[in-house]
């Protein structure tokens, strides 16, 4: 194993006139990033005949982190529904978790659909 030795002299990456302030107010973009907050969506599960409860419980524990008891009242809730919110979460994780558990059903044979409503579109 080569070891690298640590350089804690870096090149200056400051403007190097000493009168230079950032415009605070804009960015290139021109929007105010200060106060951007992620995009919440709705995370939809459906109901169907095939995919076992289980599969479900697991689903909602691996990829939201809901403990048992919580998982068990958001399939109740998808199972009287027909579907159902199971959690309101930024945009990009949603989508994310969603394709995982997409394959995950996919791979075990169950037809699970779970669908992100509201906030940009990911492709």
């Given at each position: ?66 403990d048992e008891p919580k998982a068990r009242a ?48 990911i492709v």
């Amino acid at each position: 194993m080569t070891r690298v030795r640590y350089n804690p002299i870096m090149a200056e990456d400051t403007p190097s006139d000493p009168q230079f302030e950032p415009d605070e107010t804009s960015s290139e973009t021109g929007r105010d990033d200060s106060t951007m907050i992620a995009a919440k969506v709705k995370v939809w599960f459906h109901d169907d005949d095939k995919t076992p409860v289980d599969f479900v419980l697991y689903a909602l524990e691996q990829f939201f982190g809901f403990d048992e008891p919580k998982a068990r009242a958001a399939v109740e809730r998808i199972r009287k529904q027909g579907k159902a919110v199971v959690i309101e979460m930024a945009a990009i994780p949603a989508e994310l978790a969603r394709r995982r558990i997409a394959e995950a059903a996919a791979d075990a044979g169950y037809p699970l659909r779970v669908e992100i409503e509201g906030g940009p579109q990911i492709v």
